[in-house]
């Protein structure tokens, strides 16, 4: 008969042509779950791994000292667990680089949302994202070379390793991460603000820093965030220009390690597994994970209770 | 006179004075603006002169051919290429299908659930994690309980990891531009979820996803802190074997056990030296990568304008 000559000459609308498609679909489907499962499973790996080492490293260490202490001394015959010198090595280094990127991050924002022509946003912006792709070594070779010695001609007294310049630089490197998050919040801002604000006779600087900037708080909230989070996390930089020599002191001049510079410094060494050692570079990695959440979290409420709906 | 009851401020005298304070400190943030921003510009470029200048007296063919040494002018950088490639090649491989699955997934599969919703969050999480808590995964994960050791394996997949998230988020950005009408079309045949995926969504977000791949392996390119987390060697004097043999099947993967270095481990080992002549090798070195990177990111960005040109919906 012409039908099923017609249906089994094309098997792409035969009955049985159709349910292997369907199964076939059925089996892709599995299998690109199970591809975005990979995230989730990332992300339980990393709290899971972080967790058991960091608990047997608690069986040795009490979490009294651990928090209390103030050296951080895990390979040395007199050991002492205090974290309280790397995380002030970390906080200083964020610090310093925040002075830098939040206001820079934010002017230059401000100036490709609201002054410049469409022609050299587009033209700057790509380039500005390149200064975001540099490797952070190459950052770390440009803080110790160039940067520090930079700042001992202004400052004659200042050590080869130092926290101010490697907070520099990576608060240069944190720029354009605050510069276009900031500037992408800004640019929601619907135009009809910006007109009521010109109609009233504000000049673009008032209409930028009265209505925009506020308009987009939620934003250039998250857009610090994502900074803080780079500058807490950033490794190459405090390893090369900032030392390796935990230190309990907030003043930038000095030298001190910070808990990713530690986790740097044990790693070039041989630790056999399951040592103290070893284990005590997972319960860094926790205190580090812990600080990105704090801020993540301050981050997130800011964000919710400064939006602004249009 | 009527002019008497209004206030100072009102004055069309003081009205033109703030007026024109305000122009002029419109005027003063334009500039302001132009001269924080070329500076941000210009640090690119003396970061990149700065690299060059040092690094001049190293480049040369030696210096890609020959292994580290303990005299600097004799140290070359051939353990690290060939280190780095190897790891890209694997990263590659496992990044790419994976987070381009994932992307697929979540854009033309999923359901609007809150199981959705834990993926779309854990992926936004993924990348803003520390890249140096990859390096502590991949070292409780890969290095001890998989067993892999300190291989061009687990540094590869340490990267695949970390790389996920971009990879995953730039594809979704393209297949989410595809328009609605095309997928519709396509339904309306009688095309099966995938048949449409497979054969008009993908095509068109081609570009998108060839711009996250790139992107992608440039940020895995310059990765220091994971790799020397999970213990590269910075001092390694032979290559990892050969993926071509000359018995048969040809292909050997004996090279993914190996132990490796890599570029920016290279660069990292001869910074921290305090011997000044190691210096010069770690501006060459940084000068290669730093070139390497930038070559991929202007790659990426002449896909993305191509590929925008080429599709007009």
């Not at chain 1, 090369?240 to 044990?266: C, H, K, L, S, W």
Request: with cysteine; aromatic share 10%; hydrophobic share 55%.
């Amino acid at each position: 008969m012409a039908s099923t000559a017609a249906t089994t000459s094309n098997d792409l609308v035969s009955r049985s042509g159709l349910r292997y498609r369907k199964i076939r679909d059925r089996i892709v489907e599995t299998f690109l779950l199970a591809a975005g499962l990979v995230a989730v499973f990332t992300t339980l790996a990393i709290v899971v791994i972080l967790l058991t080492e960091s608990a047997a490293f608690f069986e040795h260490v009490s979490l009294k000292d651990f928090l209390t202490d103030t050296m951080w001394t895990p390979l040395f015959a007199d050991a002492h667990y205090g974290i309280l010198p790397l995380v002030a090595g970390t906080l200083t280094t964020t610090i310093v680089a925040l002075i830098v990127a939040v206001p820079v991050g934010t002017i230059i924002a401000i100036y490709l949302s609201e002054f410049a022509s469409h022609r050299l946003r587009e033209t700057v912006k790509p380039i500005l994202e390149l200064l975001g792709a540099v490797p952070t070594v190459v950052y770390g070779y440009f803080a110790l070379t160039a940067v520090t010695p930079l700042l001992q001609m202004l400052m004659p007294e200042l050590p080869g390793f130092n926290m101010l310049s490697a907070g520099l630089v990576i608060g240069l490197m944190i720029v354009p991460y605050v510069a276009s998050v900031s500037e992408d919040a800004m640019r929601a801002v619907p135009r009809y603000m910006r007109e009521g604000s010109y109609a009233m006779g504000a000049t673009r600087l008032q209409t930028a820093l009265r209505v925009v900037v506020p308009g987009a708080f939620s934003g250039l909230a998250a857009a610090f965030i994502l900074g803080i989070s780079r500058a807490v996390g950033e490794t190459m930089v405090v390893a090369i220009a900032a030392g390796m020599q935990p230190n309990f002191t907030f003043d930038p001049r000095e030298q001190a390690a910070t808990i990713t510079a530690y986790i740097v410094q044990v790693s070039l060494g041989d630790l056999p597994h399951g040592s103290i050692g070893y284990q005590s570079i997972f319960a860094a990695g926790l205190v580090l994970m812990l600080i990105t959440l704090i801020f993540n979290v301050i981050g997130f409420s800011l964000t919710r209770k400064f939006r602004e709906a249009y | 006179m009527a002019t008497a009851n209004v206030p100072d401020y009102l004055h069309p005298d003081s009205i033109r004075t703030g007026l024109s304070r305000r122009k002029m400190l419109d005027q003063v943030f334009v500039i302001v603006g132009l001269v924080l921003m070329f500076a941000c510009l210009g640090v690119l470029a003396v970061l990149f002169m700065n690299l060059v200048l040092d690094g001049s007296e190293r480049f040369g063919w030696d210096f890609f051919t020959n292994f580290p040494s303990r005299r600097a002018e004799r140290a070359g950088i051939l353990g690290a290429w060939v280190g780095t490639s190897l790891i890209m090649l694997v990263t590659a491989f496992c990044a790419v299908p994976v987070g381009v699955a994932a992307a697929i997934y979540l854009e033309e599969y999923a359901p609007k659930n809150w199981f959705t919703a834990i993926i779309e969050i854990n992926v936004t999480n993924l990348a803003g994690v520390p890249s140096i808590v990859y390096g502590l995964l991949a070292l409780g994960l890969f290095v001890y309980q998989f067993g892999l050791g300190q291989s061009i394996a687990a540094a590869g997949l340490t990267l695949a990891l970390l790389i996920l998230p971009i990879v995953i988020v730039a594809t979704r950005e393209s297949i989410r531009a595809v328009p609605k009408s095309i997928r519709e079309a396509a339904y309306g045949l009688g095309a099966t979820r995938w048949e449409v995926t497979k054969d008009h969504v993908l095509p068109y977000s081609t570009g998108g996803i060839l711009t996250g791949m790139i992107l992608g392996l440039s940020r895995a390119i310059g990765e220091t802190a994971p790799i020397i987390t999970i213990g590269a060697l910075s001092f390694i004097a032979f290559l990892p074997s050969s993926p071509i043999t000359s018995e048969f099947p040809f292909i050997s993967f004996q090279w993914l056990n190996d132990p490796f270095t890599a570029m920016p481990i290279q660069m990292f080992n001869w910074v921290s030296r305090p011997d000044q002549a190691f210096q010069a090798n770690a501006a060459a070195a940084g000068a290669i990568l730093l070139g390497m990177t930038l070559l991929m990111n202007a790659v990426a960005i002449w896909i993305r304008y191509r590929f925008r040109k080429k599709i007009n919906w």
